[in-house]
């Protein structure tokens, strides 16, 4: 009888624990990035009133007999399924589709969230704003062939401070496309102009001149030109460019690189329009790829066009905004049209994230059971993607808890009823002497 008074209360108190993780749930159906619980429950140690007999010759088997001694607490669980997308537009706020956390640190460690509810401090930083543990990630930047690369040998702080500047590069490398028109008299001559870039990011005006000498065989040159304190044009340096042969498809042969190389020299025509720049400065021009079908340059029956289809070097920026890809790539957006990488996000995946320990703030920590956080890029390694300009909401369905808390309650009131119960029975017992 007694036993049933201990299986009602440990019913009593752990059904009550039911209901505080429900409570918890529900009072965080709009708090970001959160992750609900979930209860499970186990039996306890059995009174064992009987052993099981194997069966003999002439007699069955007998069960066990066991008597239960009410139930406990099996778990609880952190139940990371996605959250809803909620649009927000806000350049800060970011989001993770797919698993995988945010890694944030207090300077001393490092933790984990869902919430991507960042701002900006005064130093241009991503900061949690509850906290002020900053965003980590990795330093990006952008090699001399135009593809980033990524250093992670150390996390760093987020960190985009807005009116920074990006300085000018200078100009290596032209793609020129263009016709040359094969029914063009010899002697006829074509230009055109483009801007290139010194050092410092100064832009100055190329002139590209071709001029017609052979029947399918054309001359290139150019013209490194400025403007007068009169307002004429003058000559800072000029030289000779290519010689470009068609074949009678008037296409390029193009086993090879079909190229040419501007050379401003260490001490031009006219030193002053480059005073604190870089010289000599080389530049490439292309006009033809290797294993290109049509090159860059063909010579067809047809008006002459001519154009500088890459230009590359640029003039000094300002950083006016930034953008997050879905990589996790953090670029800076410059004032001269340049988008330059900046940093790239680190997204932390775990082998057991159900075993990260809730620190508050919706942040978690690792745990001996957790293992190890293994830092991924976004989209890559198991870790999800992110999405500028969204929040991940809460995974609590309220409906789903309401039905789970009802469950809970009734839970509850049947293990009053067996206490109720047993305190009658003892009450007769006792009542029997008199």
Not at 36 to 60: E, H, W
Not at 389 to 401: I, P
């Amino acid at each position: 009888m007694l036993r049933s008074l201990y299986s009602g209360i440990s019913g009593l108190k752990n059904h009550l624990i039911d209901l505080d993780v429900i409570g918890n749930n529900i009072s965080n159906v709009n708090t970001i990035g959160f992750k609900k619980s979930r209860v499970t429950f186990k039996d306890v140690l059995y009174q064992t009133l009987r052993n099981a007999m194997a069966p003999t010759g002439a007699i069955g088997g007998i069960n066990p007999m066991e008597l239960g001694m009410g139930m406990q607490l099996g778990a609880i669980d952190t139940i990371f399924t996605q959250g809803t997308p909620q649009m927000t537009g806000n350049s800060t706020d970011l989001m993770l589709q797919g698993d995988g956390f945010f890694v944030v640190s207090n300077g001393t460690s490092y933790y984990y969230t869902r919430a991507g509810a960042f701002s900006m401090d005064s130093n241009g930083t991503f900061v949690d704003p509850a906290t002020g543990f900053i965003l980590q990630g990795w330093a990006a930047s952008i090699s001399a062939d135009g593809t980033t690369i990524v250093d992670t040998t150390s996390l760093v702080p987020i960190r985009v401070e807005v009116g920074s500047k990006l300085p000018g590069k200078d100009t290596t490398r032209i793609d020129l496309g263009c016709n040359l028109d094969a029914s063009a008299s010899i002697g006829t001559s074509y230009n055109t102009w483009t801007q290139v870039y010194d050092s410092l990011g100064n832009t100055h005006d190329l002139k590209i001149s071709v001029v017609k000498v052979d029947q399918n065989r054309w001359v290139v040159g150019w013209v490194l030109t400025y403007k007068t304190p009169a307002g004429s044009i003058g000559v800072a340096a000029s030289g000779f460019l290519a010689s470009l042969t068609f074949n009678s498809n008037g296409l390029l042969d193009v086993t090879n690189d079909v190229t040419g190389v501007i050379n401003i020299p260490q001490n031009p025509i006219t030193s002053s329009i480059f005073s604190g720049a870089t010289l000599p400065q080389s530049i490439t021009v292309y006009f033809a790829h290797k294993g290109d079908a049509i090159g860059g340059v063909t010579q067809f029956a047809s008006d002459f066009t001519m154009s500088a289809k890459y230009v590359d070097g640029y003039p000094m920026g300002v950083l006016k905004s930034f953008t997050v890809d879905q990589s996790g790539l953090v670029s800076g957006v410059y004032s001269n049209g340049r988008t330059q990488p900046l940093y790239k996000l680190a997204v932390a995946v775990f082998n057991n994230p159900s075993g990260l320990i809730k620190v508050g703030n919706t942040l978690f920590a690792e745990s001996y059971n957790s293992g190890k956080a293994q830092l991924k890029f976004a989209g890559e390694g198991g870790a999800g993607v992110v999405l500028q300009g969204y929040l991940e909401m809460s995974n609590v369905d309220l409906a789903e808890e309401f039905v789970n808390m009802i469950v809970a309650q009734r839970g509850f009131q049947a293990n009053t009823r067996v206490i109720t119960t047993a305190d009658e029975n003892l009450r007769d017992l006792v009542n029997l002497k008199r």
